[in-house]
């Protein structure tokens, strides 16, 4: 590409561009990063976290923990039966480390959200769908973790869709209670 003001140097190119992008609106400013960053967006995110002091850091990982406690339950369909039996449940988001046996390995990952019939796990080991998975978790205000059985019903880059399986009596009462933050 030519330069077509040689004369005037980058500082005014660099300029001219800060004062057009500062004239677009939020949803072009938007666009343009998307085109800019070549829809890479979590490097470039990761990027500019690498570059913040610890402080900086500290007060974005408060402010995003906040944001994502105090989200609304998320509902979700049920996956068990037809189609036409599916019902919506409520899932609350939660950031709860877990503990993931499959096939006599143990992985860790992070409980995303739960609900009364199974979680969603963030984690970078992948399972194959239909796969049985022994979890254990600890719930606040109690002493000793939950340990549950399910099965892997959806899996893809970010974790795994888990649905509780055989939940005796006392497991679903800890997980309804922390659902509707009583305690057991």
Not at 33 to 51: A, S
Not at 119 to 138: M, R
């Amino acid at each position: 590409m030519t330069n077509t003001f040689p004369e005037l140097g980058r500082f005014y190119v660099t300029g001219r561009l800060f004062d057009l992008i500062g004239k677009m609106s939020e949803e072009e400013q938007l666009l343009l990063l998307e085109q800019l960053m070549e829809n890479d967006l979590t490097v470039h995110l990761f990027k500019l976290v690498v570059e913040m002091s610890h402080h900086e850091q500290l007060r974005l990982f408060e402010q995003l923990r906040r944001s994502f406690l105090e989200e609304l339950p998320i509902k979700t369909v049920k996956l068990t039966g037809k189609e036409t039996t599916m019902r919506e449940t409520i899932r609350k988001p939660c950031h709860i480390k877990a503990s993931c046996r499959v096939a006599g390995n143990t992985y860790p990952g992070y409980i995303i959200d739960i609900g009364n019939y199974g979680v969603f796990i963030e984690t970078a080991q992948a399972f194959a769908v239909g796969q049985p998975i022994q979890l254990e978790f600890p719930l606040p205000d109690h002493p000793s973790p939950l340990a549950v059985s399910g099965d892997v019903v959806w899996s893809g880059s970010q974790g795994i869709g888990v649905k509780f399986v055989d939940l005796d009596k006392t497991q679903a009462n800890r997980i309804n209670a922390f659902l509707e933050n009583k305690q057991t």
